[in-house]
């Protein structure tokens, strides 16, 4: 197996990603034998949001890195004490890597796992600051502490079948879903969602699933309003210049809302007449503003300790001017950090396999080749309204 070859997507430096050649995957950690861990064969595998955060340069991630956190594959190797996971499985990989052991773990908050990043908690492939993991946008990776990481698909064809919705089980969907149940979205709930990315429309249609009445989802991009009106959202185009709660009280009679999800993040821009300029607090102020008293803002948009891209001084450092007081006063509860992916992607995959969300297609799916990596990069940061889901194999397309 050692000798076979691997292919992965490369950050070469801002603006740039190519396909090379790169070590097959060896059940080890460092010096060390990792034999709790399995090596898979990929069939799916996603570009994401955070990635071309890196790829623009937005991070400090260096030139080399093997991208790629969302992973869906088939097990060809288990390690010796792997004791449930079996060759020929075929799983889904949640973006976090977490060992199962430490006291983070053992509370299910694994996207904080103590044990797998050096350098902070919480670890994930192929992405910076993240604890070195080599990424999944490949033919082939390792995923250690399999028996605990990885979720496996009850039916092998049945999960093929369905594959362009299972592979959003990784990151984006229970994200998504994560930036709602945190935002206290529930059955009649009024919803806005910024942001009409692949997190952001992941988000719009958990809403839905989760029951709310209206869900209000705000860009800037008019091919992804579409997106979002197609499976019966309300879309707000912010580059009008009225405000925000004038714009939704259109909508909903009413200048508030019970929930808001932030699925935009540190790169956010700012509204109406200045919807070109960076404004990396816009979204979370927004969301004080037009959050009723007592509601819950869901963040599951990255924020980062780092940004050499930014234009203001303070936002290298992840500072950011908020409004916080707003918050304090109405009361306001907010929620941060890594979707702890493992806390919902179980129930999601039934929801998938018994047909109570279409997920793929509310975030429109793309199928590409590997070497089509960079198109679909480049794509995806001039706006396109799809999910870039890589096929390394042909699997899927077979």
Request: glycine fraction near 12%; aromatic fraction near 6%.
């Amino acid at each position: 197996m050692a000798s076979a070859s691997n292919r992965g997507v490369i950050f070469q430096g801002a603006g740039k990603v190519t396909v090379e050649t790169i070590d097959f995957p060896k059940l080890a950690l460092g010096e060390r034998r990792c034999d709790h861990g399995v090596i898979l064969k990929i069939l799916t595998t996603n570009i994401c949001g955070s990635d071309q955060h890196m790829v623009r340069g937005r991070t400090t991630a260096p030139q080399g890195l093997v991208l790629g956190h969302e992973i869906t594959g088939q097990v060809i190797e288990c390690g010796r004490d792997v004791e449930f996971i079996s060759v020929g499985d075929v799983v889904s990989v949640p973006f976090n890597i977490a060992c199962g052991r430490c006291r983070n773990c053992k509370e299910g908050k694994t996207g904080i796992c103590l044990n797998v990043n050096p350098s902070r908690p919480g670890a994930a492939y192929g992405y910076v600051d993240m604890g070195g993991w080599v990424g999944g946008q490949a033919e082939y990776v390792m995923v250690p502490y399999a028996d605990f990481n990885l979720l496996k698909f009850p039916d092998r064809e049945q999960a093929m079948e369905k594959i362009t919705d299972l592979t959003l089980l990784s990151d984006i969907f229970p994200t998504g879903f994560h930036g709602c149940v945190t935002a206290g979205v529930g059955p009649g709930s009024i919803v806005y969602i910024a942001g009409a990315g692949p997190v952001g429309l992941a988000a719009a249609a958990s809403a839905r699933l989760l029951g709310a009445a209206c869900v209000i989802v705000g860009d800037m991009i008019p091919e992804r309003l579409r997106q979002a009106k197609s499976f019966g959202c309300e879309a707000i185009d912010l580059r009008q210049d009225a405000s925000l709660p004038e714009m939704v009280a259109e909508i909903t009679g009413s200048p508030e809302v019970d929930a808001f999800v932030d699925c935009v993040g540190f790169e956010a821009h700012g509204c109406g007449h200045d919807h070109g300029h960076e404004k990396p607090a816009t979204v979370l102020n927004s969301a004080m503003d037009l959050t009723r008293a007592g509601g819950q803002i869901g963040i599951p948009g990255l924020y980062v300790t780092e940004d050499p891209g930014a234009e203001d001084k303070a936002a290298q450092t992840g500072s950011l001017s908020l409004r916080f007081g707003l918050g304090w006063a109405k009361s306001h509860s907010f929620h941060t950090g890594q979707c702890p992916v493992m806390r919902y992607n179980r129930a999601l995959m039934q929801a998938i396999l018994f047909d109570r969300v279409d997920i793929a297609k509310a975030v429109n799916v793309e199928l590409i080749t590997l070497d089509d990596a960079p198109r679909g990069y480049a794509d995806f940061d001039g706006g396109a309204a799809k999910k870039f889901v890589i096929d390394p194999h042909g699997s899927v397309a077979a």
